[in-house]
């Protein structure tokens, strides 16, 4: 099965400007989740859809991230504007369900680089 | 909150089995532990789940004690591709996420 796509891969901008990432979850799974991963850190939750509803966004800093995925198949994520702390990968999974067993498959991510 | 404990780095020779630790002494009996790696510029991959009886899967084998206090990831012969860092994550009843320590980084010596 073809596994979550992200793009870009790679992403550079300067501080105050705006970057949107795309992600495509595993055909069927309900849930998708992006995370943030700063160097040298875990994946740290910043959302979690369950098809196109939000189930959590308690990490996600709402001045200036935001999040959509309306037809509950793919979903982007923005950035505006940025701040030089936004520096991170920024992962996208998806599972077909919620339950303890269900694992998450995640995308390569996009690194974002702000100047 | 970080609920497990895992070294920060471990070495292993290649074609050599690796047991990877991992203390979580705060474990309910409802949570599910689970292991996932990352390898170098990659996402997470998931590698194994358990409960309370050890498992088995093509690519690795989960020991869980008998208490659930701790838990070891068994790499049953390493290669150079298993170079990766090692998280250990328990899932808990009405949590959404998984919470991602640090982990453990294995070096694969060849």
């Known amino acids: 099965e073809a596994g979550v796509a992200q793009s870009p891969r790679y992403k550079i901008i300067e501080k105050r400007q705006s970057v949107a990432f795309w992600c495509n979850p595993i055909s069927g799974h309900a849930t998708l989740y992006w995370y943030q991963q700063i160097l040298g850190q875990g994946p740290k939750l910043l959302i979690q859809?369950?098809?196109?509803?939000?189930?959590?966004d308690s990490q996600l800093p709402k001045d200036r991230f935001s999040a959509e995925r309306l037809k509950g198949v793919d979903s982007t994520l923005k950035i505006q504007p940025a701040k030089l702390e936004d520096s991170a990968v920024y992962l996208c999974?998806?599972?077909?369900?919620?339950?303890?067993?269900?694992?998450?498959?995640f995308g390569d991510g996009t690194r974002l680089s702000i100047l | 909150d970080a609920k497990t404990t895992q070294p920060n780095s471990m070495e292993s020779n290649e074609e050599e089995p690796v047991h990877l630790p991992c203390n979580h002494s705060?474990?309910?009996?409802?949570?599910?532990i689970h292991w996932y790696r990352q390898l170098p510029s990659q996402g997470p991959e998931y590698v194994i789940h358990?409960?309370?009886s050890n498992v088995n899967n093509r690519m690795a084998s989960l020991a869980i004690a008998e208490d659930r206090k701790s838990s070891t990831l068994i790499l049953h012969r390493a290669t150079l591709r298993d170079a990766a860092v090692y998280y250990c994550?328990?899932?808990?009843?009405?949590?959404?996420?998984?919470?991602f320590g640090t982990g453990t980084r294995l070096t694969v010596i060849p």
């Open positions: 859809f369950q098809n196109n509803g939000v189930v959590d």
């Open positions: 358990g409960l309370t």
């Open positions: 705060t474990i309910s009996g409802t949570d599910y």
């Open positions: 999974a998806s599972s077909l369900g919620t339950g303890l067993r269900q694992p998450q498959h």
């Open positions: 994550i328990l899932r808990e009843t009405g949590a959404n996420n998984l919470f």
